[in-house]
């Protein structure tokens, strides 16, 4: 039961980046083919706002990937936090710093 919670959990998650990632890139399709049709009808008024535009949609299937995956991953965002490293990190130190040895280096002038 619980492994079947677990993936559908998953599941979830990556329907919805991947639904994100698709509704993004086609409403940068869109932007496209409004350019196409803007040029191949020489609507020369729409030119400057369709130029103008142009950062919004990129970006935006740029990075919505990227976001929805941060944002419905834990995992992910342990990840980009350090939380998991820091975690381990400080459970490795205190039980293992005791047990090192003390390392010292001498550092000797090198000849010229």
């Given amino acids: 039961a619980h492994t079947r919670q677990m993936l559908r959990r998953q599941q979830r998650s990556m329907f919805i980046v991947a639904s994100a990632c698709t509704i993004s890139h086609l409403v940068k399709a869109f932007y496209q083919m409004t350019w196409i049709l803007i040029s191949v009808f020489q609507l020369t008024t729409w030119t400057t706002f369709i130029r103008d535009a142009y950062p919004y949609p990129h970006y935006m299937a740029i990075y919505v990937g990227s976001i929805a995956l941060v944002i419905v991953s834990p995992k992910v965002r342990r990840l980009?936090?350090?939380?998991?490293?820091?975690?381990?990190?400080?459970?490795?130190?205190?039980?293992?710093?005791?047990?090192?040895?003390?390392?010292t280096t001498t550092v000797t002038p090198s000849m010229a």
């Fill in 80 to 103: 980009l936090t350090f939380t998991d490293f820091l975690t381990r990190n400080s459970v490795a130190s205190q039980s293992t710093s005791s047990n090192l040895p003390r390392i």
